[in-house]
């Protein structure tokens, strides 16, 4: 069973929000919440290395996006 902080009712209510939007709607929140977690991910690199130049930051953000031993050549 997956935890959650949300309560049972504001589940329902998300649901019913979710089930009237249309297609293009619910594709851009996706997308907003993808960049969203992108920024958020990178922002804990600078955080962790303020010494980096933010092309570094950007590199290593997309390395962590394979799996070990699979980033493309030169990334």
Known sequence: MALSDTTPKIEAMQSRIHERMTGEQR?????EMSYFAHELAKQGL?????????????RE???SLFQPG???AGL
């Open 27 to 31: 594709l851009l929140m996706a997308l």
């Open 46 to 58: 600078r955080d962790a290395h303020p010494d980096w130049p933010e092309e570094r930051v950007r």
């Open 61 to 63: 953000f997309l390395r």
């Open 70 to 72: 699979t980033a493309p």
